[in-house]
């Protein structure tokens, strides 16, 4: 067992995991919330948040012993990824084999430990990642991917795993990185095929990635998707786009009391002076009010 080094201040240095703890979560809502920029968010949220980070990683190997690896086994995901970070931040070759061990071996803390991943900026950290797309863990694979992508790296082979997975996630991770792809026509026949899917995160993706690479077949499955219930991200790609005709198809869904709220929040990335007076009625709506 390792002894407490008497030149590093415990109470200290668990205070700063605590509060990298809380400052993950709060970096993370924050970057879904209306009422940051992402540049306040850089320099509130996380600038907070990686000053902690720091002061665990100075700490060295001691710490990384005695508090970051064994709080990677903890259930507060928040935690997890706050001492994945500080593991990965400080470099030690034993932080980052206990990360992929976890990742192969426990499915719980996977979305933690991803997040972490994807905010380190560790250098090296690529061709361990591209190892893992040969796990036989689809899972596993599909963790990887999710980092990779995120940093805009193309997939390769593992790409035509995921999009074979039964799982809905991990083939709408394939999807969106598609077109991340040297070819991305290679795998076309994947793309019109989940444009067809009913699943939401298979076809939002599948859209997503249809009109970036300019599929008459994607838009027009925007303009299907965009009057159902749960059409608000197929809405979104319209609004986006901004022609004419599809901003009047969603001035249109205002009168459709099912797709009226994606048609709302929709709009809202236009801004123009028609579609707001033609959301001003919906003020007092305690629904649509907010949006």
């Known amino acids: 067992m390792d002894r407490p080094s008497p030149a590093l201040m415990w109470d200290v240095l668990e205070e700063h995991l605590d509060e990298a703890e809380f400052l993950w979560e709060v970096r993370e809502q924050s970057l879904v919330a209306p009422n940051y920029t992402l540049a ?4 509130g949220p996380e600038a907070r ?3 902690h980070v720091e002061g665990l990683v100075i700490g060295g190997p001691a710490v990384a012993r005695r508090l970051l690896v064994p709080a990677l086994e903890e259930d507060e995901p928040a ?3 706050a001492a994945a970070l500080a ?7 034993g932080g980052l084999a206990a990360i992929v061990e976890l990742l192969r071996e426990a499915p719980e803390p996977r979305p933690a430990l991803t997040r972490a991943l ?3 900026q560790r250098p090296g950290l690529g061709p361990r990642l591209r190892a893992l797309l040969a796990d036989d863990d689809v899972a596993v694979v599909a963790a990887a991917a999710a980092v990779m992508h995120a940093q805009h790296e193309p997939l390769g082979d593992a790409l035509a795993v995921l999009l074979r997975s039964e799982d809905p996630a991990a083939r709408a991770l394939a999807l969106r990185a598609v077109a991340d792809e040297a ?3 290679r795998h076309l026949r994947a793309l019109q095929a989940a444009l067809a899917e009913d699943d939401d995160a298979i076809a939002g993706a599948a859209m997503a990635v249809g009109v970036r690479l300019g599929l008459p077949a994607a ?11 749960d059409g608000g991200a197929a809405a979104l790609l319209l609004a986006l786009a901004a022609a004419p005709v599809d901003l009047a198809r969603l001035l249109a869904l205002l009168d459709q009391p099912r797709a009226r709220a994606g048609a709302v929040w929709a709009l809202g990335f236009v801004g123009t002076p028609e579609v707001v007076d033609a959301c001003l009625e919906w003020l007092d709506d305690a629904t649509l009010g907010p949006l």
């Open 40 to 43: 306040e968010v850089a320099a």
């Open 219 to 229: 838009w027009a499955r925007a303009r299907e998707r965009a009057a159902l219930p």
């Open 118 to 120: 994807v905010c380190a």
């Open 49 to 51: 948040l990686l000053a």
């Open 79 to 81: 935690r997890v990824a």
């Open 183 to 185: 070819s991305p026509a």
């Open 87 to 93: 593991l990965l931040e400080g470099g030690a070759d």
